[in-house]
Nanobody, 115 residues
């Protein structure tokens, strides 16, 4: 099983980034997918989630209206479009897959918002 994130980097406040997560080794279309983020010294927190068929999504209040989660079950990918980035969005972003008791994490990708 692999979840490989990409797309992180350094961006100025107000800018945009698109994170992608490529999944392999499990039946991707059966899994709900989420993005979490974590800063040093704090707990990992949910950013956005999407159900297995992509028909339903949810967001942390702090990113509503700025971030959009989407998935492509044909390509086994989930993405996070991040617009209007703020300094406080700086974190390591993790891809997460869940189906009942089966959960998988990616290795994370760093997003740094700085002027």
């Amino acid at each position: 099983v692999q979840l490989v994130e990409s797309g992180g980097g350094l961006v100025q406040p107000g800018g945009s980034l698109r994170l992608s997560c490529a999944a392999s080794g499990f039946t991707f279309s059966s899994y709900a997918m989420s993005w979490y983020r974590q800063v040093p010294g704090k707990q990992r927190q949910l950013v956005a989630g999407i159900n297995s068929d992509g028909g339903s999504s949810n967001y942390a209040d702090s990113v509503k209206g700025r971030f959009t989660i989407s998935r492509d079950n044909a390509k086994n990918t989930v993405s996070l479009q991040m617009n209007s980035l703020k300094l406080e969005d700086t974190a390591v972003y993790y891809c997460y897959a869940r189906h009942w008791a089966d959960v998988y994490w990616g290795q994370g990708t760093q997003v740094t918002v700085s002027s």
